[in-house]
């Protein structure tokens, strides 16, 4: 089976990507995003260490990766662990 074909039987999550490292978060189960506490409709993601990131972003701002059950349940995927879904 080739990595594409792997990659396409992984289920899809909504979630952030850190511009500094490149992790990407997912908004269920990532203990690095939570609703703001300055702006309505914010959330505020915290990146993972070793990385400093800290910024707030809004809900359309969430783009659609295609993970495995493990990298979700952990919360974060690191990079080459997950796919952008394209025409998103």
């Not at 309505?40 to 910024?55: L, N, S």
């Amino acid at each position: 089976m080739s990595d594409r074909a792997i990659i396409l039987e992984m289920a899809i999550h909504m979630g952030i990507m850190c511009e500094t490292c490149g992790k990407v978060h997912f908004i269920g189960t990532s203990p690095g995003i939570e609703l703001s506490r300055k702006d309505k409709g914010m959330y505020q993601f915290t990146c993972k260490r070793p990385c400093p990131a800290v910024r707030e972003f809004r809900k359309d701002e969430m783009r659609p990766y295609r993970a495995s059950d493990y990298v979700f349940k952990r919360g974060y995927a690191d990079v080459g662990e997950y796919a952008l879904v394209q025409g998103s």
